[in-house]
């Protein structure tokens, strides 16, 4: 096998190997050569009565309420290059992705579908990053490379009470080096309300040698003024009170400055390849009574290399008289993303669904 990198550059890209690429989606569940666009049944199926068999009869799939549908069952050694997935904004809290390893009882990914791609609040927002982008509307693309050695296995729980349809597909690539390759992991939590003077958890400790990679932050505040002074702290190898690397404020983790706010502006979006401000949900003086915040910092140029254990953490702080520094009770999700030397890890419990909720509208049909 040629020795290629799993994140190729251009210059990687005219390189000839001998890896193979493949392709997971309703219209060839299992991915096999030749296997595409054979189906004589499925969601286009009434769609396509004149056309038959070739003409986007099986398109989507319909997952039941409480089903956990396979979304992918690859054997073997491989990496999956990319993920593009869609489905109605009010499922994005309501389905739980998850991604298991070489045959591994625990998820390495566990996190709600949304908020994986960068969508936390069930409101578009464009995302255009190296890593993840989030298109209109609603069109979900994962380039984080996920390799394995012994089979993966992706699903998607439907924790809500009606069945919803999903269009997906999942690009791979067989045959390619991955001696050295670390397993790709991803962890949610959300506090809300972040208790008083707490720190809101991104990655519980985990242990053994591994990558942070990445963190997605879907931020609520429940309180006036300016909210992201608090500092984002990493705690690598035997660090227990304090970190090796802290941060010196939450919009200057994300790559901006002076709290986002630009004169005669105020906060103004952002979308690069590797950090951003891609949303900023306004107060409509209704029912939408917060502001809102979508933010990414990718680590892939300046990953976070850990020996022997992480733990990641954020504060929230705002600003109080005297000059002070406010513990803030702010409404935060994250997703922190990791490479690590195992296929599983310690895994945070996913809260009940009614706490994942984040609309209060009772009918959201889109």
């Not at 990445?214 to 992201?228: D, E, I, K």
């Not at 976070?304 to 702080?317: C, G, H, K, S, Y």
Request: hydrophobic share 35%; aromatic share 14%; glycine share 12%.
């Amino acid at each position: 096998m040629t020795n290629s990198p799993l994140l190729p550059g251009l210059g990687d890209l005219a390189l000839l190997s001998s890896a193979q690429t493949w392709s997971i989606s309703p219209e060839n569940f299992d991915g096999s050569k030749g296997g595409g666009a054979k189906a004589t049944d499925g969601t286009g199926a009434q769609c396509a009565r004149d056309l038959g068999q070739g003409w986007k009869v099986s398109p989507s799939v319909e997952i039941e309420p409480g089903e956990t549908f396979e979304l992918a069952n690859i054997p073997g050694a491989g990496v999956i290059t990319h993920i593009w997935a869609t489905t109605h904004r009010n499922n994005w809290r309501r389905l739980i992705l998850r991604a298991y390893w070489d045959g591994a009882d625990t998820p390495a990914v566990e996190t709600p579908y949304g908020d994986f791609f960068g969508s936390g609040w069930g409101e578009f927002a464009q995302l255009s990053s190296q890593m993840v982008a989030a298109n209109p509307n609603g069109g979900f693309n994962s380039y984080w490379p996920m390799p394995f050695t012994d089979g993966a296995r992706l699903t998607l729980e439907n924790r809500s009470a009606e069945k919803v349809v999903v269009y997906y597909q999942i690009t791979y690539e067989t045959g390619r080096e991955l001696t050295g390759a670390g397993y790709f992991h991803a962890q949610f939590h959300r506090s809300n309300p972040l208790p008083y003077k707490q720190t809101h958890p991104i990655i519980d400790t985990v242990s053994g040698h591994g990558k942070y990679v990445g963190t997605y932050l879907a931020w609520g505040v429940n309180n006036t003024g300016w909210w992201g002074e608090g500092e984002i702290k990493f705690y690598l190898d035997g660090d227990t009170d304090f970190p090796t690397i802290a941060g010196t404020g939450t919009e200057d983790y994300i790559g901006g400055a002076w709290n986002f706010d630009v004169p005669g502006r105020g906060y103004v979006e952002f979308s690069t390849p590797y950090l951003g401000l891609h949303q900023v949900i306004r107060p409509d003086g209704l029912y939408s009574s917060q502001q809102r915040f979508g933010m990414y910092r990718w680590h892939v140029v300046d990953p976070i290399n850990f020996q022997q254990d992480l733990r990641v953490d954020i504060q929230a702080l705002g600003w109080q008289t005297g000059g002070r520094y406010r513990p803030l009770t702010d409404d935060i999700s994250s997703v922190g993303y990791f490479y690590l030397d195992a296929p599983s890890a310690n895994l945070p419990e996913l809260p009940e669904q009614d706490f994942l909720e984040v609309s209060g509208h009772p009918v959201d049909p889109q």
